[in-house]
């Protein structure tokens, strides 16, 4: 079974400039997550859809990051403008019906 | 909002045993998770206990639950050079939504 995928699975853009990630989910997965995990920290949720739609997106900055699963399969996260501290690894990941979280190998942006 | 804390570092002699601790603080939590992350990867699940729960064993792990101090801990018998990765411990509620905490980095000495 092919796992959760990521690209790019590496950024360098400078500041103020746009970045798109993409995610395919595990097939069947209806839940899918993008989280942002900072350099010598855990994970933080910034958004959850079930299907195409959004179910929690309370911890995404809404001024600057968007993201969408149009046919609730792939999604993309963009960020723009990029700012320093939005660099981070880009984590998405899908759950199924039995809850599990598969995760990614992530998305590293470096923001110059 | 759920918080959840874990120690930063832990080094241990390869064969000995390892213990990770973790504490959060929102009693509806349902479900609690070990996860593992070596360099340049992703998560990956190592074991989950049901709230419930006090203790699973799976293999060379062993994971408790206080749930009274709200404390949780992850034990590898027998740690080896390939469990040096960063371990994250991480909560779940209602929504499967996981609140991580910033994670142990596992050194295994030879």
């Known amino acids: 079974e092919a796992g959760v995928a990521q690209s790019p699975r590496y950024k360098i853009i400078e500041k103020r400039q746009s970045v798109a990630f993409w995610c395919n989910p595990i097939?069947?997965?209806?839940?899918l997550y993008w989280y942002q995990q900072i350099l010598g920290q855990g994970p933080k949720l910034l958004i959850q859809?079930?299907?195409?739609?959004?179910?929690?997106d309370s911890q995404l900055p809404k001024d600057r990051f968007s993201a969408e699963r149009l046919k609730g399969v792939d999604s993309t996260l963009k960020i723009q403008p990029a700012k320093l501290e939005d660099s981070a690894v880009y984590l998405c990941?899908?759950?199924?019906?039995?809850?599990?979280?598969?995760f990614g190998e992530g998305s590293r942006l470096t923001v110059l | 909002g759920e918080d959840v804390e874990q120690s930063l570092f832990l080094s241990v002699r390869e064969g000995d045993s390892s213990v990770i601790n973790c504490t959060y603080t929102?009693?509806?939590?349902?479900?609690l998770y070990w996860y593992k992350q070596e360099p340049g990867a992703g998560l990956q699940l190592l074991t989950y206990?049901?709230?419930?729960?006090d203790m699973k064993q799976d293999q060379r792990l062993t994971v408790l639950l206080n749930k009274k101090d709200k404390h949780l801990s992850l034990r590898i018998a027998d740690t080896q050079t390939g469990d040096s990765a960063i371990y994250f411990c991480?909560?779940?509620?209602?929504?499967?939504?996981?609140?991580f905490g910033s994670g142990t980095q596992l050194t295994v000495l030879p």
């Open positions: 097939s069947g997965h209806a839940t």
């Open positions: 206990i049901f709230s419930n729960m």
């Open positions: 859809f079930q299907n195409n739609g959004v179910v929690d």
């Open positions: 990941a899908s759950s199924g019906v039995g809850g599990e979280l598969f």
């Open positions: 991480a909560e779940s509620g209602s929504a499967r939504q996981l609140t």
């Open positions: 929102d009693s509806s939590s349902t479900y």
